[in-house]
């Protein structure tokens, strides 16, 4: 697995992009999560992550998905901020879907596409 990040192209500040190739488990993401935090890669001017699940195979249950819920409620600079998932399978959708209908604590909403996701984060800064 790895996972690649980069700056938005036309919203460097606001938007960080990773792009998640291969097999991605819990400690996968979380990992990240840890990667971007030590590494100061989420400041006060990022609005929004847009994590790029398309392509890759997300192995993720309920009892992870709970774990990972959990993990991000306990990070502040997460909360401050939107996160964005593109997906393009309906296996992967659902754990989005149910962090948007269920964790009203964080701001997270499913996507099949770079442009919605973008838009909805920058929803309200423009």
Known sequence: ???????HVLYPES????NFIGKVSLKDIIDS???LHVNNLIDNKVKGVINNLSGCELIMDMENF?????????????????????TDTPKTMIFPFL??????????????TME????W???GLL
């Open 99 to 112: 962090g948007e209908e269920q964790e009203r604590e964080l701001k997270i909403k499913p996507f099949s």
């Open 66 to 86: 709970k774990t990972l819920i959990d993990y991000l409620k306990k990070q502040d600079y997460i909360k401050e901020i939107k996160l964005a998932v593109i």
């Open 15 to 18: 938007i960080l992009i990773r």
């Open 33 to 35: 999560w840890e990667y």
């Open 121 to 123: 984060i920058l929803m």
């Open 116 to 119: 919605a996701a973008v838009n």
């Open 1 to 7: 697995m790895s996972i690649f990040y980069e700056k």
